[in-house]
């Protein structure tokens, strides 16, 4: 993406939208294996996508705060560039020509990376993140920059210093985070996927309140290389998206072996997109009752159980499963040690004079770790981390009679953003955000959400299915046939 700075447009003027695009929100409103179809066949052009986009952005932008940056012109250069390659049958992949958003906290060469943050607001890298790169190659646009939680640290994503995201469906509500701007961008029909990154749940807790689908993957399957992640043992990148196969589509193009990347799995390629449709009548499916059951709003409820119904059918068994038990103290020690050590590292780097004048008070209240206590953080670090890995070592032994987990994905509904900024994050009945969520960063084992159902007010009601390491062939295929089941096509929300 070199060089697309001098394209870059920050603010949307309405100007350029093509005259033929009668209809720019019906084309925007589609999922992304459709349009991908409809380029292919020569029924539509990149540069309709985008417009229809860019449209979207313009009339509803602001009643989200989706965005950070627009790249207005960049994109519409990307799509004539896409589409002279089209005009000659040279498409790059099923995502040719297909608007995608990034979480700011992922670097693009050129423009601006801001991590939701005053201390990074002017910050402008040199060079694409690997999971770009692979998305350009793919022949995907990047349209623009998405707002999430600063610092990656915050699961409503209220505290971005360009303001909250807002939830599409409820205005009034939070997106979920921290890549909740990705949600929103998603589900407000801004874009036609989104990647995010998920350290205890910011891919599916945003995912769940604004009703799309997105995959946290096992770790270290999809690149880090280039993503400002301030815990590097827990955080993941992972697709967000209308439906499971476009979700697919997503990971096909980002997933792979990275040698730059010290925290990448050398894992084969697989074709997630055709192992989607395998058939899940053999699958086992475990029912993990206990916590994650426990406290469930009774509408969420309502609808996991319904949703339980659904799978039964579809899957070769089921029954109530115990999974590990997590340390959770372990994990806040773990993942407030290598908060600390990202920010430190960027004090040593070119930003010390800003986090001297910026917000000191963030990095001591994310980090857990109280000012001069920095050492025994340290000391707590090492043994917490090898817990970890032995802990994430064994995990995997629990599926020996069950192959994945289904569960709610999260525990209460999507809060008003009033609420959380006077009263805090925590539940009616004092549950976390991130309580059914963060578990599955732990053991390292991927996780989709998907929507099962609505409450009676229309807000969206997410399902969770995971398995052991390296199994997202698997939790794509039951996702995708319960997707078929339920409403016999992709889930969409008007």
């Given at each position: 993406?070199?060089?697309?700075?001098?394209?870059?447009?920050?603010?949307?003027?309405?100007?350029?939208?093509?005259?033929?695009?009668?209809?720019?929100?019906?084309?925007?409103?589609?999922?992304?294996?459709?349009?991908?179809?409809?380029?292919?066949?020569?029924?539509?052009?990149?540069?309709?996508?985008?417009?229809?986009?860019?449209?979207?952005?313009?009339?509803?932008?602001?009643?989200?705060?989706?965005?950070?940056?627009?790249?207005?012109?960049?994109?519409?250069?990307?799509?004539?560039?896409?589409?002279?390659?089209?005009?000659?049958?040279?498409?790059?992949?099923?995502?040719?020509?297909?608007?995608?958003?990034?979480?700011?906290?992922?670097?693009?060469?050129?423009?601006?990376?801001?991590?939701?943050?005053?201390?990074?607001?002017?910050?402008?890298?040199?060079?694409?993140?690997?999971?770009?790169?692979?998305?350009?190659?793919?022949?995907?646009?990047?349209?623009?920059?998405?707002?999430?939680?600063?610092?990656?640290?915050?699961?409503?994503?209220?505290?971005?210093?360009?303001?909250?995201?807002?939830?599409?469906?409820?205005?009034?509500?939070?997106?979920?985070?921290?890549?909740?701007?990705?949600?929103?961008?998603?589900?407000?029909?801004?874009?036609?996927?989104?990647?995010?990154?998920?350290?205890?749940?910011?891919?599916?807790?945003?995912?769940?309140?604004?009703?799309?689908?997105?995959?946290?993957?096992?770790?270290?399957?999809?690149?880090?290389?280039?993503?400002?992640?301030?815990?590097?043992?827990?955080?993941?990148?992972?697709?967000?998206?209308?439906?499971?196969?476009?979700?697919?589509?997503?990971?096909d193009a980002v997933s792979g072996y990275d040698v730059l990347d010290i925290v990448s799995a050398d894992h084969p390629k697989e074709n997630y997109r055709a192992s989607m449709?395998?058939?899940?009548?053999?699958?086992?499916?475990?029912?993990?009752?206990?916590?994650?059951?426990?406290?469930?709003?009774?509408?969420?409820?309502?609808?996991?159980?319904?949703?339980?119904?659904?799978?039964?059918t579809l899957a070769h068994s089921m029954k109530d499963v115990a999974l590990p038990s997590v340390d959770e103290e372990a994990r806040v020690k773990v993942e407030g040690a290598?908060?600390?050590?990202?920010?430190?590292?960027?004090?040593?780097?070119?930003?010390?004079?800003?986090?001297?004048?910026?917000?000191?008070?963030?990095?001591?209240?994310?980090?857990?770790?109280?000012?001069?206590?920095?050492?025994?953080?340290?000391?707590?670090?090492?043994?917490?981390?090898?817990?970890?890995?032995?802990?994430?070592?064994?995990?995997?032994?629990?599926?020996?009679?069950?192959?994945?987990?289904?569960?709610?994905?999260?525990?209460?509904?999507?809060?008003?953003?009033?609420?959380?900024?006077?009263?805090?994050?925590?539940?009616?009945?004092?549950?976390?955000?991130?309580?059914?969520?963060?578990?599955?960063?732990?053991?390292?084992?991927?996780?989709?959400?998907?929507?099962?159902?609505?409450?009676?007010?229309?807000?969206?009601?997410?399902?969770?299915?995971?398995?052991?390491?390296?199994?997202?062939?698997?939790?794509?295929?039951?996702?995708?046939?319960?997707?078929?089941?339920?409403?016999?096509?992709?889930?969409?929300?008007?």
């Open positions: 993406m070199g060089g697309a700075a001098s394209l870059m447009n920050s603010t949307l003027n309405g100007k350029g939208l093509l005259p033929e695009l009668s209809n720019p929100r019906g084309i925007a409103s589609l999922t992304m294996t459709k349009v991908s179809s409809m380029l292919h066949a020569g029924e539509i052009s990149s540069t309709q996508l985008v417009q229809a986009s860019l449209q979207e952005l313009a009339d509803h932008g602001n009643e989200t705060n989706a965005f950070i940056t627009v790249m207005r012109e960049h994109a519409l250069a990307q799509a004539r560039v896409l589409d002279d390659e089209a005009a000659s049958n040279r498409f790059r992949s099923p995502l040719h020509g297909i608007p995608i958003a990034l979480k700011d906290n992922i670097d693009t060469a050129g423009v601006r990376t801001t991590m939701a943050s005053a201390l990074f607001a002017d910050r402008v890298p040199t060079d694409d993140a690997e999971v770009v790169r692979r998305l350009l190659a793919a022949g995907a646009i990047i349209i623009g920059k998405v707002n999430m939680g600063e610092l990656a640290m915050d699961a409503t994503s209220t505290t971005s210093y360009f303001g909250p995201v807002r939830n599409p469906l409820a205005l009034d509500r939070v997106a979920g985070g921290s890549s909740g701007g990705s949600a929103a961008a998603v589900a407000a029909n801004c874009c036609y996927g989104a990647l995010g990154t998920d350290s205890g749940g910011s891919v599916r807790i945003p995912a769940a309140y604004c009703g799309i689908v997105a995959l946290k993957p096992t770790y270290g399957l999809v690149s880090m290389r280039g993503i400002m992640s301030s815990s590097r043992s827990l955080d993941t990148c992972g697709p967000m998206a209308r439906s499971v196969e476009d979700v697919a589509l997503l990971l449709r395998r058939p899940v009548s053999e699958l086992r499916v475990g029912i993990p009752r206990k916590p994650y059951f426990d406290d469930l709003d009774p509408e969420i409820e309502k609808s996991i159980e319904a949703a339980l119904d659904v799978l039964g290598e908060f600390l050590a990202f920010h430190h590292r960027l004090q040593q780097s070119g930003y010390a004079e800003l986090y001297r004048k910026l917000k000191p008070e963030l990095l001591i209240e994310n980090s857990s770790t109280p000012p001069g206590k920095e050492g025994e953080a340290l000391d707590a670090y090492v043994l917490s981390r090898w817990d970890q890995e032995q802990r994430r070592r064994a995990a995997d032994q629990v599926f020996s009679d069950f192959d994945v987990v289904a569960l709610p994905t999260m525990k209460f509904m999507p809060p008003r953003i009033e609420d959380v900024l006077r009263h805090g994050r925590k539940g009616p009945k004092g549950q976390t955000l991130y309580e059914n969520t963060a578990p599955f960063n732990s053991y390292g084992w991927p996780a989709i959400s998907l929507p099962c159902g609505f409450s009676s007010s229309g807000l969206p009601i997410g399902l969770m299915i995971a398995g052991p390491k390296f199994s997202e062939a698997k939790l794509l295929a039951l996702a995708y046939a319960y997707e078929q089941a339920r409403i016999g096509g992709s889930p969409r929300l008007s």
